[in-house]
């Protein structure tokens, strides 16, 4: 049986029927640039997630990187961070002339040890930036109240965790900033790039807005620098019909995921995920297994023999990565996420799954242990 990590083609067939004609009359109307359907889009989000304000984006990437710049962060300001994330998360630090400065993870919601971020905290330090890993939050008690303490800003990475809450609120709409990305993989995906940024502030919606436009306001006059961040409208066009749906496919993932829990119960070498105590909705962007002993690769090479799509998100932490050689920092700095790089593997979770292909799945995996 084919079961592939992720197959998109499946929720098209669903959505065929209004996307075409949307796309059609979009064709017709030339409006590319911002416009109805972006400004649709982004009042439909934020009243999804509980924000006051949200901005769509270029990318889940360009939401942090503008979150960063809205907020003045640059050369000589520190930003804490996990190291068990994808690269755009440190990438975007680096990028605004800041440094990443990691802190390990708690190993059971793969998320930010909030436990040990306080000891990481210098005069420079400006920032922090959770990231919401394979759908659930970081534990946003502790990272507020130090915030708080330290006066400093919090920006989410959510771009996995749309529509996750913690104690109720919605990830994206917990800090000072929330970003999330529309990258196809992810809960709610777009035709190609797309992200957003939220936030609860009216200041900082200003100048988020203003800088996605290179900083532009009014026409051809620009007070500060900003890029070229905005969404398409024709991202925003599919992006509004998707999120009607949004509700429905989490649940499916959930559903998915809980049956892969009772799959594994009692399975000797497989841990499955856990939901967080402090997430009080984990949307399962991801389903993250860890293989014990040392098998992975056998549970990796048998679910590709028997057409079954995995992958390991991510082979390499943060810190180890050759282009943060220069940080200085080394194997076994941050134990938890080089033992979760090593350890994790990702099967298939997303919507349209049946639970034929489910139980199939399960069955290769504990087939090969
Ligand atoms: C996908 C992802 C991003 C980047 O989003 P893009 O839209 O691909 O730029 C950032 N952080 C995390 C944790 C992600 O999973």
Same mark, same amino acid.
């Not at 006066?151 to 996995?160: H, S, Y």
């Not at 409208?233 to 749906?245: E, F, G, T």
């Given at each position: ?46 009243? @999804? ?31 804490? #961070? ?15 002339? $800041? ?15 909030? $436990? @040990? ?7 420079? #330090?400006? $920032? ?24 400093? #800003? ?78 398409? $409208? ?7 019909? @998707? ?6 496919? #989490? ?43 040392? @098998? ?74």
């Amino acid at each position: 049986m084919k079961v592939p990590l992720l197959d998109l083609k499946l929720q098209y067939q669903q959505l065929k029927g209004e996307i075409e004609p949307a796309m059609l009359a979009f064709c017709a109307e030339q409006m590319c640039i911002l416009g109805p359907h972006v400004e649709a889009f982004e009042a439909a989000l934020a009243e @999804k997630c509980g924000a006051k304000h949200c901005c769509g984006v270029s990318s889940g990437s360009d939401a942090l990187l503008l979150s960063l710049m809205a907020e003045g962060i640059g050369t000589g300001d520190e930003v804490i #961070t996990s190291p068990y994330t994808f690269f755009a998360t440190g990438g975007a630090i680096h990028r605004v002339g $800041a440094k990443p400065v990691f802190v390990d993870i708690e190993p059971k919601s793969f998320t930010i040890d909030t $436990a @040990k971020i306080e000891e990481k905290i210098t005069p420079r #330090t400006k $920032a922090i930036m959770p990231v919401h890993l394979y759908g659930q939050t970081a534990e946003m008690g502790t990272i507020m109240q130090l915030a708080k303490k330290h006066n400093l #800003t919090v920006i989410e990475d959510a771009a996995q965790a749309i529509l996750s809450q913690w104690q109720g609120k919605c990830a994206g709409a917990i800090g000072d900033y929330g970003c999330t990305s529309f990258f196809p993989s992810k809960n709610l995906g777009c035709f190609g790039d797309g992200g957003a940024v939220l936030t609860q502030d009216d200041a900082k919606a200003a100048m988020v807005h203003r800088m996605r436009n290179h900083g532009m306001e009014p026409k051809y006059y620009h007070s500060v620098v900003g890029g070229n961040f905005r969404i398409d $409208a024709l991202q925003a066009l599919v992006l509004n019909i @998707k999120l009607k749906y949004l509700d429905q496919w #989490t649940q499916k993932r959930q559903a998915n995921a809980a049956m892969y829990d009772k799959l594994f119960e009692g399975v000797a070498g497989v841990v499955t995920p856990s939901v967080a105590p402090w997430c009080t909705r984990h949307v399962r962007n991801q389903y993250i297994i860890r293989i014990l002993g040392g @098998k992975r690769q056998k549970v990796w090479d048998a679910l590709k023999a028997a057409e079954v799509g995995c992958d390991v998100y991510y082979p390499v932490p943060l810190h180890l990565q050759e282009c943060f050689n220069f940080l200085g920092y080394k194997q076994g700095d941050f134990p938890e996420s080089e033992r979760a790089a090593a350890e994790t593997l990702a099967i298939p979770i997303y919507p349209d799954l049946t639970q034929q292909q489910i139980e199939y799945v399960a069955s290769v995996v504990i087939g090969a242990l």
